[in-house]
T-cell receptor, first 114, second 114 residues
Framework: ETGVTQTPRHLVMGMTNKKSLKCEQHLGHNAMYWYKQSAKKPLELMFVYSLEERVENNSVPSRFSPECPNSSHLFLHLHTLQPEDSALYLC?????????????FGPGTRLTVT | KQEVTQIPAALSVPEGENLVLNCSFTDSAIYNLQWFRQDPGKGLTSLLLIQSSQREQTSGRLNASLDKSSGRSTLYIAASQPGDSATYLCAVREYGGATNKLIFGTGTLLAVQP
């Protein structure tokens, strides 16, 4: 158990639905990350938060909206998704951002958009 | 733009065999390189992290090497076991930027046959 939990573990949603993914870390870290893992493609970094401020947004479409209310919780709000958004969404945390600090990953949410 | 490639994409070996997984990257200006393991339906587990100034790291039956100048890393697994079956991901940490992003390869799916 890595200390990073994600809920739900599986989610099926229609293109007109609104849903949210939740990530919680119990490691006392100050940085949190969202990654997307699509079939046959490398993990892609989506967003980085440091001390609840977004410090990186990798040209992610606005239908994905992150929220970090405190350093332990990270959300990804989803609306008007497309079938190509179906993927495994992974959350990670680290003590701080920067190369010195190892990232710890959650188990992921498997999202299917119908 | 940094690109990480892993060869082979899939590998099947009999139990007890020693094996090597390969990772190559296009930009040698990296902070460090990390090998992860991903089991089906689960998140990433860090196996070994090699700093850019290091040549190799060892943990139990695993040995990872880094040749930064040629843009290559290998993960050597000795005396493979069925429990080693998983996807192995290589990731390099970019040098510079606010967050020193992790850039992932597409992984090698390893199956160890009993």
């Amino acid at each position: 158990e890595t200390g990073v939990t994600q809920t739900p573990r599986h989610l099926v949603m229609g293109m007109t639905n609104k849903k949210s993914l939740k990530c919680e870390q119990h490691l006392g870290h100050n940085a949190m990350y969202w990654y997307k893992q699509s079939a046959k493609k490398p993990l892609e970094l989506m967003f980085v938060y440091s001390l609840e401020e977004r410090v990186e947004n990798n040209s992610v479409p606005s239908r994905f909206s992150p929220e970090c209310p405190n350093s332990s919780h990270l959300f990804l709000h989803l609306h008007t998704l497309q079938p190509e958004d179906s993927a495994l969404y992974l959350c990670a945390s680290s003590l701080r951002t920067g190369g010195l600090y190892e990232q710890y990953f959650g188990p992921g949410t498997r999202l299917t958009v119908t | 733009k940094q690109e990480v490639t892993q060869i082979p994409a899939a590998l099947s070996v009999p139990e007890g065999e020693n094996l090597v997984l390969n990772c190559s990257f296009t930009d040698s200006a990296i902070y460090n390189l990390q090998w992860f393991r991903q089991d089906p339906g689960k998140g990433l587990t860090s196996l070994l992290l090699i700093q850019s100034s290091q040549r190799e790291q060892t943990s139990g039956r695993l040995n990872a090497s880094l040749d930064k100048s040629s843009g290559r890393s290998t993960l050597y697994i000795a005396a493979s076991q069925p429990g080693d079956s998983a996807t192995y991901l290589c990731a390099v940490r970019e040098y510079g930027g606010a967050t020193n992003k992790l850039i992932f390869g597409t992984g090698t799916l390893l199956a160890v046959q009993p």
